[in-house]
């Protein structure tokens, strides 16, 4: 996907919730202001689809629920779409209305030209602070690359790295685990 500023000033969360909720597409928030989520490409969908299906077909854990890019997920200072969140056991949500989910334990994102600098930097530290988040999993949607992060302690994360499509991901706090090649299935790298 790609995020765009919306050139405005900053937005209180009530604001923000108001404006999104009304919107025809969906926006990040972050320290008051707004980012447009517009233009995801082929690739990106059909690996968000995949992974999707896999993840709920792989999950052995039943208490656990796949949320798929539309749950809006809270982050210290703001509000986020990741690509895929995970979330088990009491599903815990920041109010009543059951739209911004507060506990998840496995999020990804699947990377684009214009979000990987800060689906890598900004937004995983945002991410870190999340005290329920184990795995953090980044995907390539432009060639066969997994980037899984794996929190330790509660400041030491370790990193897994794939590249082959014959390697299966193991992403231990769902016990799930994930063939690169199903997650890449239909997938067209451009050479």
């Known amino acids: 996907m790609n995020v765009q500023v919306q050139p405005q000033s900053k937005m209180t969360p009530d604001e923000y919730f108001e404006f999104d909720n009304k919107s025809d597409i969906r926006h990040e928030f972050f320290d008051g202001e707004l980012f447009a989520m517009t233009g995801a490409t082929k690739n990106?969908?059909?690996i968000n689809t995949s992974l999707t299906v896999n993840?709920?077909?792989?999950?052995?854990n039943s208490t656990c629920r796949v949320f798929s890019n539309d749950m809006r997920v809270k982050i210290e200072n703001g509000y986020v779409y990741p690509d895929l969140a995970v979330a088990c056991s009491d599903l815990e949500f920041e109010s009543n209305d059951l739209d911004t989910l507060t506990n998840p334990i496995v999020?990804?994102?699947i990377l684009s030209n214009s979000t990987e600098a800060f689906d890598?930097?900004?937004?995983?530290?945002y991410y870190r602070m999340i005290p329920t988040l184990k795995e953090y999993i980044l995907v390539s949607q432009n060639k066969c690359r997994v980037e899984q992060f794996i929190r330790k302690e509660k400041k030491m994360w370790s990193m897994l790295y794939y590249e082959d499509m014959a390697q299966i991901m193991k992403i231990e706090s769902v016990n799930c685990e994930l063939l690169l090649s199903d997650i890449y299935k239909w997938v067209e790298f451009n050479k």
Not at 120 to 125: A, H, L, T, V, Y
């Open 44 to 46: 990106h969908n059909l």
């Open 107 to 109: 999020i990804v994102e």
């Open 120 to 125: 890598r930097g900004d937004k995983f530290s």
């Open 55 to 60: 993840l709920v077909n792989g999950i052995t």
